[in-house]
């Protein structure tokens, strides 16, 4: 690799990076930049103010990201509220060269234009390098701005001294990429925000047996399951897996393999002890043959077989009576052939959740097997959270930050 192509450190490697960009001679940079996260696997999405696009088009940092820039609040093309959809898709945000007046506005709360209303939409870390004269830099207004963002919690970038386009010296230069870089890497170390905390988490489909060759299940992967436990342990959560299905998984996570509905609640039972979230993304299969027969049904012996369906038990509702557990966060999920919220809404209360994900069961492209999802998130408190089609380890992302600060 050319020395010019600085590595990107491996806390940002493979990020989703929101490059929110400012007017500036500087903004070329960003493009350079941007094609260095590209390179490490970072997926890359811009917004630019008009300002910016005095510097650089917007096609420049499309043909890098292979992302369309937004550029318009009110476009007409994507989501409803691209803002918003960029900053619950974030898991870094980068504004950069940050003016003078995008300090002051960001320090109101303004969000006349992409970069200042995606800022206030993130949920994500935010990393602001500013970029101006020196002798703007050093006033007194914008050092108190910069002060304002730092006690909300944004991270700024103070920047280097050279010479400036002015061509005064002093400080004001964008700082270098190896700076961001590594400044970006900073931000992304308190992703661990799940330390500390236990998940449990249920995947796949239970399987309850006819006889010891049959037994009824369902299309359930667990893909959903084991991408929500991996999620949870790379940021930093102690996670037990409670799975019917083998997959590859991270680590940091105890798997307990199981079979039935029944080992599944057993395993629940033995495992939710000092948990704070419990996950339920299993497929639990709702009834099951009221007896298991012992030897295998041979087709010459019978021209028909009758068989006998009893309900399994539910498993929320058995938790329900545990002791210690009232303090544990439930999240169920739902999959739903019709009325995806009504139905979605109706199961949330009957079993008493905090949250649930619903997702259409009559799409191929999404859901079981898939690796792909798509839904409906409710909360118990009467909110809720589109969640657009997107890999199911990106869902798991988006489902677990909605979930943290609800966990105190």
């Not at 602001?128 to 020196?134: G, L, Q, R, S, T």
């Not at 963002?149 to 944004?154: D, I, Q, S």
């Not at 012996?301 to 009576?321: G, T």
């Not at 199961?347 to 799409?363: C, F, S």
Request: proline share 6%; glycine share 8%.
């Amino acid at each position: 690799m050319d020395r010019s192509e600085l590595d990107v450190p491996p806390a940002v490697a493979g990020r989703r990076v929101a490059l929110l960009v400012c007017g500036g001679i500087a903004v070329y940079k960003l493009v350079d930049l941007a094609s260095r996260l590209v390179r490490a696997g970072c997926q890359v999405r811009v917004a630019m103010t008009r300002s910016a696009q005095q510097f650089v088009g917007p096609t420049s940092f499309r043909g890098i990201t292979g992302h369309p820039v937004l550029t318009d609040l009110f476009g007409s093309e994507g989501p409803a509220e691209p803002h918003v959809e960029l900053g619950d898709w974030a898991q870094l945000m980068l504004l950069a060269p940050a003016t003078a007046d995008v300090l002051a506005r960001l320090v109101q709360g303004r969000s006349d234009d992409p970069v200042t209303a995606t800022v206030l939409a993130a949920r994500c870390p935010i990393l602001i390098a500013p970029a101006m004269n020196d002798a703007m830099w050093n006033h007194a207004a914008v050092q108190a701005n910069v002060a304002v963002l730092w006690e909300r919690g944004l991270t700024v970038l103070a920047p280097e001294e050279g010479r400036l386009a002015s061509g005064h010296r002093g400080p004001g230069r964008l700082p270098t990429a190896e700076a961001i870089l590594t400044a970006l890497e900073a931000c992304a170390a308190p992703g661990r925000d799940y330390a500390g905390i236990k998940v449990v988490v249920t995947a796949g489909g239970t399987r309850e047996p006819i006889d010891p060759v049959r037994f009824i299940s369902n299309y359930s992967s667990g893909k959903m399951g084991y991408a929500l436990a991996r999620t949870a342990a790379q940021r930093g959560a102690e996670v037990v897996l409670i799975s019917t299905v083998d997959h590859p998984w991270a680590e940091g996570v105890t798997v307990v393999a199981v079979v039935t509905a029944a080992e599944m609640l057993a395993g629940l039972r033995q495992h939710l002890g000092g948990a704070r979230l419990l996950i339920m993304a299993a497929a639990v299969a709702d009834y099951r043959p009221d007896q298991r027969v012992p030897d295998k049904i041979r087709r010459e012996q019978q021209e028909e077989l009758m068989m006998r369906l009893v309900r399994n038990p539910d498993l929320l509702a058995e938790l329900s009576s545990e002791p210690d557990l009232s303090g544990l966060y439930r999240l169920g999920f739902a999959a739903e052939d019709s009325g995806l919220a009504v139905s979605a809404l109706a199961k949330l209360q009957r079993k008493h959740l905090d949250a649930i994900v619903a997702n259409d069961i009559r799409r191929s492209d999404i859901g079981f097997g898939s690796d792909y999802n798509e839904g409906l998130m409710l909360f118990a408190d009467g909110q809720r959270l589109e969640l657009p089609k997107m890999p199911k380890s990106e869902m798991a992302e988006r489902i677990l930050g909605a979930v943290r600060p609800r966990l105190g």
